[in-house]
């Protein structure tokens, strides 16, 4: 007759170290297989933007990717300086509309001490709904100081790394309190 415990790890006649190494193992391939389905659903929930336009003549800016959910997005590519003198003190307007040509929000990136020649890539992230739509234009530093938010600039290295870890941080508080 079974016992209550028999299952397919579990043997009483091997030694308790062996049962404990097989609940580790399940455990770790419950948690990979979890963070793979989690992501990969995330990632096929992104619709590429079809609809931008670049309205900024120098720099060059080139588009590499530019999707949204219907919460959130990004938009990454490269930005070239193609003349003859250092680029400072230049702002990138990035404008996010409904497909009605409603402007739910803006991003501004600043551009600073790019030298003639020099190419740097860039990544805007926004947290707005229902995007189909995305115009790049230039801004001036009136335009940036009178209407930007701080939430409308773009994240820096430093709130990036700031953000993980308090990420890291919440996840582990969050798996113990769910473990007790």
């Not at 790019?114 to 995007?131: A, M, W």
């Amino acid at each position: 007759m079974s016992d209550y415990m028999d299952f397919w790890c579990i043997d009483k006649k091997k030694k308790r170290m062996h049962n404990i190494i097989m609940y580790i193992l399940i455990i770790a391939l419950l948690f990979v297989f979890s963070n793979v389905m989690i992501y990969l659903y995330i990632n096929g929930t992104y619709k590429a933007i079809e609809d931008s336009k670049i309205e900024v003549e120098n720099p060059n800016i080139t588009i590499e990717q530019a999707k949204a959910t219907y919460v959130n997005g990004y938009v990454n590519g490269k930005i070239k300086n193609n003349t003859e003198e250092t680029i400072n003190e230049k702002y990138i307007k990035f404008e996010f509309s409904t497909l009605r040509d409603v402007n739910i929000g803006n991003k501004y990136l600043k551009i600073e001490n790019l030298e003639p020649g020099q190419e740097i890539e860039y990544k805007v992230n926004f947290k707005y709904q229902d995007i189909k739509k995305m115009k790049i234009s230039e801004a001036t530093a009136e335009e940036v100081k009178k209407n930007a938010t701080e939430s409308e600039f773009e994240i820096t290295e430093e709130m990036k790394q700031g953000m993980l870890i308090g990420t890291l941080l919440i996840l582990l508080l969050k798996n113990n309190n769910t473990n007790t």
